[in-house]
């Protein structure tokens, strides 16, 4: 095999797990976390594609099956229920809904429903997305009514002013019945009759519904370990207390956290020594599959509000570096050694024509993704092989090898291309990655190459030079 002319006739895998570079073994064990639904913990150092092979699981999985919903409960407020509906269910309720009533052009309908819709403009009559606040033809605040000192107050405790569904009545034969307007699709309206509005109320149980987890959803979800809610989820306070007619129910105020967000996805978590209190969570609700969902702030009218048994069945894919290892809660790792796989990542790969094609799909790869610069020609990905070379003797004491270390090798890729764009280049060629060798190089090496020491760098900026063996102010 033999190294492509340039990286635009690199051909680049759809799939995740084969755009993975010298990890053979730690592929071949996230396909079988994913095919087995298992948990996975990937060990080594930075660049090697740990975040890379996390997202290539959730990309075989398949799509999510459930939706999650939190339901008002009339008997105790502070209570919500847990409701998990299956796909099926949710088309199947979406088509007997869908065939209810009939459905129409906004224009169509009476100008004061189309206004309390918030299709048309209360200023100018123009006809827009309800979803849009302003009009955009005059700018007026389409659902706000008439002018009043008080409708900034009213505004923030009701929230927008616009109704779900609006009843009237209209004349048919000389006779009149009562209608319902309901926003559809787009700019089509479904209008139903007092009938159809009662069996669709039946079917959704008279009961309000906030949907917490729907089912459209991205099925990796990677926690950056900032905090308790941003992990386990919480309740939002609200000033008002819940109070039935000026604040927000408690259904309404439950937030998921990234637990219930990866439920029959991934759930990332990258450097997971850093959590760690936190890890014990992540045990339980991995044992438990379910986890609750509490308001976390004591001074918070959230704090009254429990949501129990909410669903979290994910797969954990936690990464960390090497010497953190001894950071992890033994309970989680046994955890995962339990019912998944513990995977050290290679830093290097053998240096061979069959590796050397594979680094250049990779840069290929950061080239398509980065999108802001040109291709590299033969010459530049020589120039990146021999960088890769380097590094594996130097770091890792490997003659023949090439380095997986690939985040230095990319930040040095964009530092040529970027030289090439400023140039008006039409690829990166040797002569941009000579450039970017030389300057993309860390400060350890840049203070050791001007000062020798860092004891002379850090003297130097306090103006200390050291003149005959003693060291002097400079003037």
Not at 76 to 88: G, K, L, S, Y
Request: aromatic share 4%; proline share 5%; charged share 30%.
């Amino acid at each position: 095999m033999r190294l492509p002319d340039s990286t635009r006739d690199v051909k680049i895998p759809t799939n995740p797990l084969d755009m993975v570079i010298g990890q053979e073994e730690a592929v071949r064990m996230a396909r079988i976390a994913a095919a087995q639904r298992r948990h996975l913990l990937l060990v080594g150092p930075p660049g090697t594609g740990k975040s890379m092979i996390a997202q290539a699981i959730a990309f075989l999985l398949p799509k999510p099956t459930q939706e999650i919903s939190v339901l008002h409960n009339p008997e105790n407020p502070e209570r919500p229920i847990v409701e998990v509906r299956e796909a099926d269910k949710i088309k199947s309720d979406m088509r007997h809904e869908r065939g209810l009533g009939k459905l129409v052009d906004v224009r169509d309908i009476p100008v004061i429903a189309a206004e309390r819709l918030g299709y048309r403009c209360r200023r100018c009559g123009s006809i827009s997305a309800s979803s849009a606040v302003v009009c955009p033809t005059c700018g007026a605040d389409k659902y706000r009514g008439a002018s009043s000192p008080f409708d900034d107050l009213v505004l923030s405790a009701s929230g927008e002013k616009r109704d779900e569904r609006v009843r009237t009545t209209r004349t048919v034969g000389g006779r009149e019945e009562a209608v319902a307007y309901e926003r559809a699709d787009g700019y089509s309206v479904r209008v139903l009759s007092e009938k159809e509005v009662r069996e669709l109320e039946g079917m959704r149980k008279h009961r309000p519904r906030k949907v917490i987890v729907p089912l459209s959803r991205n099925t990796f979800v990677q926690v950056t370990g900032a905090s308790e809610t941003e992990l386990l989820g919480d309740v939002r306070h609200d000033p008002y207390g819940g109070h039935p007619e000026a604040g927000i129910a408690p259904y309404q105020r439950v937030v998921p956290g990234a637990i219930h967000e990866a439920h029959q996805g991934v759930l990332f978590v990258d450097e997971l020594s850093t959590l760690g209190y936190l890890q014990r969570f992540i045990f339980t609700a991995m044992q438990e599959k379910r986890f609750p969902i509490v308001g976390r702030n004591a001074t918070s009218t959230g704090a009254s509000v429990r949501v129990d048994g909410v669903p979290c069945d994910f797969i954990l894919a936690g990464a960390l570096n090497t010497n953190d290892l001894g950071s992890i809660l033994p309970a989680l790792r046994s955890r995962i050694l339990g019912d998944g796989y513990e995977v050290l990542l290679n830093t290097t790969m053998p240096d061979t024509d069959e590796n050397r094609v594979k680094l250049a799909q990779f840069v290929a790869q950061e080239i398509v993704k980065d999108g802001k610069i040109p291709h590299a020609d033969r010459g530049a990905l020589e120039i990146i092989i021999r960088d890769a070379k380097a590094k594996a003797k130097m770091i890792d004491g490997k003659g023949d090898a090439l380095t997986l270390r690939f985040r230095d090798i990319a930040g040095m890729l964009k530092l040529a291309g970027d030289m090439a764009v400023i140039e008006d280049a039409k690829e990166i060629t040797a002569k941009h990655m000579e450039y970017a060798v030389r300057k993309s190089r860390s400060i350890e090496d840049q203070v050791r190459d001007r000062y020798d020491s860092w004891w002379k760098a850090g003297m130097s900026d306090y103006g200390v030079k050291k003149e005959s063996g003693r060291s002097s102010e400079v003037a």
